[in-house]
Nanobody
């Protein structure tokens, strides 16, 4: 059974940091592109970052570039999202997702076939 489990969310103050983790099981982790999406209240789910399986090529959406970093540990079957200098606009539920197309750089949620249940990140001013 394939599972993606996010952790690391919480309530922080402006300027603080969080590190989200996405622990996976049941999939050939190294073949999947892993990504983070987020959904703020009343808004659509949007792309945040992705990292490919073989080359560790990564992409970050412009609104968080320079503050967020995506990484992965293939030996631990886990992906990470390091979030620094958080601001209230970053408040959302953050979802981990897996794309089975090898080395895909798709930012479309439709291409991600496996999803976690999300972890809440709240940034208080």
């Amino acid at each position: 059974q394939i599972q993606l489990v996010e952790s690391g969310g919480g309530l922080v103050q402006v300027g603080e940091s969080l590190r989200l983790s996405c622990a996976t099981s049941g999939l050939v982790f190294g073949f999947y592109t892993m990504a983070w999406f987020r959904q703020a209240p009343g808004q659509d789910r949007t792309f945040v970052a992705l990292i490919t399986g073989r080359s560790n090529f990564s992409e970050i959406t412009d609104s968080v570039k320079g503050r967020f970093t995506i990484s992965r540990d293939n030996a631990r079957h886990t992906a990470y999202l390091q979030m620094n200098n958080l601001n209230p606009d970053d408040t959302a539920v953050y979802y981990c997702a897996a794309n089975p197309k090898l080395d895909s750089t798709s930012r479309s949620s439709h291409d991600y076939t496996r999803w976690g249940h999300g972890t809440q990140v709240t940034v208080s001013s």
